[in-house]
């Protein structure tokens, strides 16, 4: 059970991370931006710990509402194992088009932002999706497909919500505090 909880926090780190890249990108015209877009990373990462809570929250009220904890809690892992077939595939690729980014030329890195992150990023919510249909395949109980779907309709805005905060806010959020002396 802890494998499962602990895989899909860690896919889920994982998307908050990429999605503070995205949220981000465009939005600042420096040429050297590797600190702009760590710091991305990080604020991608601290909203993801914000809704990666929501969702424990929403577990652990399913499992309180539950009339058999247990059976409650099997059929979340059930549900879990399966998210994370569909959701370790989409991440593998997310992950290899950053290694090949890694490459040293224009050319490949231009060519995996379009070629690459553009359409990793429209699918993204399809992925989502999948994976709930996938997970909710298994059949569990109405109150565990509830908080499936719960948790799933959380994380496809999610990359909308940095947009959101980034356009609201600035991207003062990203840069780093000076001080005038």
């Known amino acids: 059970m802890i ?8 896919l889920a780190c994982l998307d908050a991370i990429f999605s503070g890249i995205c949220a981000a990108s465009g939005r600042n015209a420096l040429i050297h931006k590797h600190a702009y877009y760590a710091r991305s ?24 509402l539950a009339s058999d904890f247990q ?4 059929e979340m892992v059930s549900v879990g194992q399966r ?8 991440a ?18 231009s060519i995996t932002s379009v070629v690459g992150f553009g359409p990793l990023t429209l699918l993204r919510p399809y992925v ?10 298994a059949q569990p109980s109405l109150t565990v497909a509830g908080a499936a779907i719960l948790i799933a309709g959380m994380m496809v ?20 505090k000076t001080v005038s002396g």
């Not at 905060?165 to 840069?175: A, F, R």
């Open 3 to 10: 494998e499962t909880l602990i895989v899909l926090y860690l």
């Open 71 to 74: 059976q409650a809690i099997d």
């Open 83 to 90: 998210l994370e077939v569909v959701y370790v595939c989409y």
């Open 92 to 109: 593998a690729v997310v992950l290899f088009t950053f290694a090949v980014r890694t490459i040293p030329t224009v050319d490949v890195r």
């Open 41 to 64: 990373m990080l604020y991608g990462f601290a909203w993801g710990q914000v809704a990666c809570l929501v969702a424990l929250l929403i577990l652990l009220g399913t499992v309180g």
């Open 128 to 137: 989502i999706v999948a994976g709930l249909a996938w997970g909710l395949a």
């Open 157 to 176: 805005p999610f990359r909308m919500w940095l947009n959101f905060m980034l356009d609201t806010h600035g991207i003062s959020l990203l840069q780093p």
